[in-house]
């Protein structure tokens, strides 16, 4: 909770929200907040600022706020969404360091560092935001005689990946 003390007052009614609102659900391995209750969309820009959010990498106008089976709201980062489904007892964690059994890690974190070198950096999407597009994946695959399960844990647990099914990409950044 020391985290949220950063921004007191934004900090506490972020966290009775995640206390007290049903309607958060996972989406892409995230939190997925609506900007419906204690906190609106006039507190994006200050949940940005206080880095708690993941951006919408989908955009190329660095937008935070997407649009869910009709809700707008915005995807927590994953050390909040994981603080979330601790609070909660979600049914679910993010895939991310934090969770990922320890007889892995060391395996899990190799393959992603090395699945990066075949990702080209997105400018467009801002700054440290990388493309990986589902050939190279698959290539990538393949050359290591890898399994589907080995890869996506790669791509999920090491690097927090977000699939992009319509442009047939993985996109991911160094910020969690």
């Known amino acids: 909770m020391d985290y949220l003390r950063t921004h007191p007052t934004l900090g506490s009614r972020l966290l ?8 958060i659900i996972e989406l892409q391995n995230r939190a997925f ?8 969309d006039y507190d994006v820009s200050a949940l940005a600022e206080a880095a708690w959010l993941w951006p919408n990498l989908t955009s190329t106008a660095g937008e935070f706020t997407r649009i869910h089976r009709g809700e ?11 603080m979330f489904c601790q609070l909660t007892n979600a049914p ?19 393959l992603a560092r090395r699945i990066r070198a075949f990702a080209v ?7 440290k935001t990388f493309s990986l597009s589902f050939w190279a994946r698959d290539k990538f695959q393949r050359t290591h005689d890898l399994s589907q399960d080995e890869i996506e844990q790669a791509i999920l647990y090491g690097s927090g990946g977000d699939k992009n099914q319509q442009r047939e990409e993985i996109l991911f950044c160094s910020r969690s």
């Open 16 to 23: 009775a929200e995640l206390e007290r609102n049903p309607k």
């Open 33 to 40: 907040l609506p900007v419906t209750g204690l906190i609106s």
């Open 72 to 82: 707008t709201g915005v995807l927590l980062n994953t050390r909040l969404s994981l």
């Open 92 to 110: 679910w964690r993010p895939c991310c360091h934090a969770t990922l059994p320890e007889e892995l890690h060391s395996h899990v974190i190799s």
């Open 121 to 127: 950096e997105d400018i467009g999407r801002g700054a």
